[in-house]
């Protein structure tokens, strides 16, 4: 069973920084393009960062380049997002989500993936 699971979400201040983790279980990470993705109150999902499986070429929102990083482990079966200098339009439930390489556009957007996660919230607030 195909399961993601993220964590690290949590209240900052803004100009802090937060790690977010997803743990994925039930299929190889490494066969499988992984994104981030948020959604605030009000406002349609959209797509934060996402890596491929073969190249690991990256993609990020204009909104958070020079600001946030995606990584992959798929040793360890995780993908990340460091996320700094925070801002309060940050704030969102924050999900990952994962498809296999062979149906992977190269979009990141929500439309693209097929699993995925219960969601984290950020806050970014003083």
């Known amino acids: 069973q195909v399961q993601l699971v993220e964590s690290g979400g949590g209240l900052v201040q803004p100009g802090g920084s937060l790690r977010l983790a997803c743990a994925a279980s039930?299929?190889?990470?490494?066969?499988?393009?992984i994104g981030w993705f948020r959604q605030a109150p009000g406002k349609e999902r959209e797509g934060v960062s996402c890596i491929s499986r073969r190249t690991g070429s990256t993609y990020y929102g204009d909104s958070v380049k020079g600001r946030f990083t995606i990584s992959r482990d798929n040793a360890k079966s995780a993908v990340y997002l460091q996320m700094n200098s925070l801002k309060p339009e940050d704030t969102a439930v924050y999900y990952c989500?994962?498809?296999?390489?062979?149906?992977?556009?190269?979009?990141?957007?929500?439309?693209?993936?097929?699993?995925w996660g219960q969601g984290t919230q950020v806050t970014v607030s003083s």
């Open positions: 989500a994962a498809v296999h390489s062979i149906y992977y556009s190269g979009h990141c957007t929500p439309d693209n993936y097929r699993y």
């Open positions: 039930g299929f190889t990470l490494d066969y499988y393009a």
